[in-house]
Structure formats: C-alpha cells, structure tokens
C-alpha cells in the first residue's frame, strides 16, 4: 500500500510539487510569524524586568493595596538583614532596595511634577545591563539595552548627590549631563524638603510614560529628602525568569504572611499583559488564515487529482479492490505528502529563521515608546512542533472527503473513463 502510494505521488510531479510547496510554505510561514512574535513577547518581557520592575518585588504587608495613600506607613525599616536572607534562595542573584518618591523637580526656572526611586546605584546598573538576544547568543546587530542612556554615564555609588533623568524629564527641564537641578518633596511629617543635584545622565526605557516622568537617585540621599532611614521595596534579580515562581512560592515561605507580601513582574506588567493577549489573538487569526489556506489548496490538488484517475479507481474496483482500499490508498498518499510538506516546511522555517535573526529586523519604535529596536525570529520547538502538526493534518483532512467520494463511484461508470 505505502509503496503504491509513493509511486501514485510522484506520477504528477509538477502538481505534486506545487501541493509540497503550498503546504512547505504555509508550515515556514507559521514558525517564522510565530517566532517573531515570541521574539516580542522575549525582549518586552526582558526590558520590563530589566528596565523597571525586576523579577519579584517585596514589600510590607499592605503596601501594594493602601501605600499609595500613605506610602511611609508601609517601609521596610530594617532592609539589609532582609535583603541577606533573600540573596541566600536559589536562583536568586541580587537583591536591590528602593525607596519611591513623588514631588517636584526644579531647573532654577521652571518646576516639573516627578516620580522617582532612591536606588543602590551599582546594583541597579547590573540589573539594567541586560542585553536581549536571540536564543541566548547572535553575531548579529546587538539590540539596545533595557535601561538605555541617551546622554552621559550611569549613577555611580561615588555620586552621593547625582541624578539620573527620564528622557522626557529632561527635555521638558531642557536638562542635560552637568547642569544642576533641585528635588523638592514633602516629607511624612508634612515639611517641605529639598536637595541639589547634579544630572550624571539622561535614560531612556521601553517605556515612554515612565521616561516622561521619572528620576533615579542615590538611596542616601532619598533617605535623607523623606527623613526616613528604610525603603518601600526589595527587588530581585534572579538568573532566568522561568524560575519567577518557584522564587515566589519560596519568599512566602520564607517571610511571614502577617508581615511581609510579594509580586512578580507577571503581576506588575498590566502594560505587557495586554501586548501578550492581542498578540497571541492575532497569531491565532493568521494560524487560521494559514490553515484554510493549505487545506484549500490540498483539496483542490486531491480533488483534480482523483477526476483525473477515475478510470484507475474503476479499474481497481473492477478487480476485486474494495471500497475501504480504495479510500484508505488515497488518504495515505496524502498522509504522506503531509509528512513530506510538514518536514519540508519545519526544515524551510528552521533555515529561513536562522538566515533572518543573523541579520536582524530594524524595527520601528513599538507604541508608548520612543526607540526602534532589532527583532529576530526565535526558533521555539513547541511552534515548529504546532506549524508541522498543521501542515500535516490540513492535508490529511483534505483527502478524507475525495477518498470517501471517489470510493462510492459506480465500477461501470468509473470504467467509462478509461
């Protein structure tokens, strides 16, 4: 049977070519849209993390529900011996403390409504590093980092009174590296309090609402504006995100209920959530498209197909081949032409991803932010898995409905044919 049907596939080469290459396509084209949109969904994941909020976040209890209220009522007071006992989980690489502020930032002649986090400088410099990458390495164009600088360096610890500024901070204070700027806050007490700063650089996230209002100062120097020596929050950094949870379940284990919460970036990244969910719709509809597509033309190359071997099907009937064979000849030859048409598109999708992520996708800058970046198709085997599995099956099903009607021809009619 199976070498009949070998032997049936390659009678029409050129219409069994064009059924391969249809089917070929379709399946590349899948991993290759799938892998483009994994490579989104990687980098925004990564810059989020990276940029912003750090892979698990601890605070008091009560802080994520009611500190925005009253911010100073939910500190961590005592946030190194925290911090120790946090380093010591596994996966676990850093932890960095942060105390957030709101308040005003004032050039001498204008002031500018702020949001701003007291940071251990070092520790954040790593934790913004990071570099996306395509499947972990490539020599290609190397896409810009989470936490990007426009213009001059990073906060260092030597910089006891320096100030890193939002993009959009500094373009509406016509801030740049060198010049002076003030922050002015209220403290828990209800004093106003201020302190002179010095811009060291001007940064840029994926973010451009979080740019247009943010500033990031040494944690000395917030502690000193607000009069209180703690923090709001613990971040950790951890050396792979897929150990998020297991982190997670291990915090809660590790600090009491009563006094301590925690949320991972999941859970932080309203903004990422959304992205993922439409993407994820979108590429359904395309995996659809796809799928109706390759069906369609597989039909179509079946039906012409068996009207052409009418006469062949009759005479099989003829000498004793039963309906059930008849059928069962045709849907194999078409399981076959699947698995050739799947492996030959995973094979085609596999190279074509390789060849386009050595060289890199400009793209434009995505929305709410201000910056292009370099996208690559990333090869995931659970989509080139899926692109071969609907390859595969659109050409099986095609042939169920052909085989079944070319089985029930009357033999005399069939013959006729001939």
Same mark, same amino acid.
């Given at each position: 049977?199976?070498?009949?049907?070998?032997?049936?596939?390659?009678?029409?080469?050129?219409?069994?070519?064009?059924?391969?290459?249809?089917?070929?396509?379709?399946?590349?084209?899948?991993?290759?849209?799938?892998?483009?949109?994994?490579?989104?969904?990687?980098?925004?994941?990564?810059?989020?993390?990276?940029?912003?909020?750090?892979?698990?976040?601890?605070?008091?209890?009560?802080?994520?529900?009611?500190?925005?209220?009253?911010?100073?009522?939910?500190?961590?007071?005592?946030?190194?011996?925290?911090?120790?006992?946090?380093?010591?989980?596994?996966?676990?690489?850093?932890?960095?403390?942060?105390?957030?502020?709101?308040?005003?930032?004032?050039?001498?002649?204008?002031?500018?409504?702020?949001?701003?986090?007291?940071?251990?400088?070092?520790?954040?410099?790593?934790?913004?590093?990071?570099?996306?990458?395509?499947?972990?390495?490539?020599?290609?164009?190397?896409?810009?980092?989470?936490?990007?600088?426009?213009?001059?360096?990073?906060?260092?610890?030597?910089?006891?009174?320096?100030?890193?500024v939002g993009e959009g901070v500094a373009s509406a204070l016509k801030l740049s590296p060198g010049d002076s700027a003030t922050v002015l806050l209220n403290t828990p007490e209800?004093?106003?309090?201020?302190?002179?700063?010095?811009?060291?650089?001007?940064?840029?996230?994926?973010?451009?609402?979080?740019?247009?209002?943010?500033?990031?100062?040494?944690?000395?120097?917030?502690?000193?504006?607000?009069?209180?020596?703690?923090?709001?929050?613990?971040?950790?950094?951890?050396?792979?995100?897929?150990?998020?949870?297991?982190?997670?379940?291990?915090?809660?284990?590790?600090?009491?209920?009563?006094?301590?919460?925690?949320?991972?970036?999941?859970?932080?990244?309203?903004?990422?959530?959304?992205?993922?969910?439409?993407?994820?719709?979108?590429?359904?509809?395309?995996?659809?498209?796809?799928?109706?597509?390759?069906?369609?033309?597989?039909?179509?190359?079946?039906?012409?197909?068996?009207?052409?071997?009418? =006469?062949?099907?009759? +005479?099989?009937? &003829?000498?004793?081949?039963?309906?059930?064979?008849?059928? $069962? !000849?045709? %849907? @194999? *030859?078409?399981?076959?032409?699947?698995?050739?048409?799947?492996?030959?598109?995973?094979?085609?999708?596999?190279?074509?991803?390789?060849?386009?992520?050595?060289?890199?996708?400009?793209?434009?800058?995505?929305?709410?932010?201000?910056?292009?970046?370099?996208?690559?198709?990333?090869?995931?085997?659970?989509?080139?898995?899926?692109?071969?599995?609907? =390859?595969?099956?659109? +050409?099986?099903? &095609?042939?169920?409905?052909?085989?079944?009607?070319?089985? $029930? !021809?009357? %033999? @005399? *009619?069939?013959?006729?044919?001939?």
């Amino acid at each position: 049977m199976i070498k009949l049907a070998f032997r049936n596939i390659f009678r029409q080469k050129m219409r069994t070519t064009l059924t391969l290459g249809a089917i070929a396509f379709g399946t590349a084209g899948l991993i290759i849209s799938g892998g483009f949109v994994e490579d989104i969904f990687v980098q925004l994941r990564e810059a989020t993390i990276h940029a912003q909020l750090g892979h698990l976040q601890v605070y008091r209890a009560g802080y994520y529900s009611y500190g925005r209220r009253a911010p100073y009522q939910y500190m961590i007071e005592k946030p190194e011996a925290l911090a120790e006992r946090l380093r010591k989980l596994a996966h676990v690489v850093d932890v960095l403390p942060r105390l957030q502020f709101a308040g005003l930032l004032s050039n001498g002649r204008a002031n500018y409504s702020i949001v701003g986090d007291g940071v251990d400088p070092a520790r954040e410099a790593r934790l913004g590093d990071y570099v996306p990458s395509w499947m972990g390495k490539t020599s290609g164009p190397v896409p810009h980092r989470a936490f990007m600088l426009v213009a001059g360096r990073q906060l260092a610890d030597r910089d006891a009174l320096g100030i890193l500024v939002g993009e959009g901070v500094a373009s509406a204070l016509k801030l740049s590296p060198g010049d002076s700027a003030t922050v002015l806050l209220n403290t828990p007490e209800g004093a106003l309090n201020s302190l002179d700063f010095q811009v060291v650089g001007v940064f840029r996230t994926y973010s451009k609402d979080y740019d247009d209002r943010a500033v990031r100062i040494p944690l000395a120097a917030a502690q000193e504006l607000v009069t209180r020596k703690a923090v709001h929050a613990l971040v950790l950094s951890l050396d792979e995100t897929s150990a998020t949870d297991a982190v997670a379940a291990a915090v809660a284990r590790e600090l009491p209920a009563k006094e301590y919460e925690s949320k991972t970036w999941l859970s932080l990244a309203d903004f990422y959530q959304k992205t993922v969910a439409l993407y994820r719709r979108q590429f359904g509809v395309l995996q659809l498209i796809t799928l109706c597509m390759v069906l369609l033309t597989v039909a179509n190359s079946v039906n012409m197909t068996i009207f052409e071997r009418t =006469g062949e099907v009759g +005479t099989m009937m &003829a000498l004793g081949n039963k309906q059930h064979e008849v059928r $069962r !000849l045709i %849907v @194999v *030859e078409n399981v076959i032409l699947g698995l050739m048409g799947g492996l030959l598109g995973a094979g085609l999708g596999v190279g074509l991803a390789t060849a386009i992520s050595a060289l890199g996708i400009p793209m434009p800058p995505p929305p709410n932010a201000d910056a292009g970046y370099v996208a690559y198709i990333r090869i995931v085997p659970s989509i080139v898995v899926e692109a071969f599995a609907a =390859g595969f099956l659109a +050409t099986s099903i &095609a042939a169920f409905f052909p085989a079944r009607r070319a089985s $029930r !021809l009357p %033999v @005399v *009619e069939a013959l006729r044919q001939n």
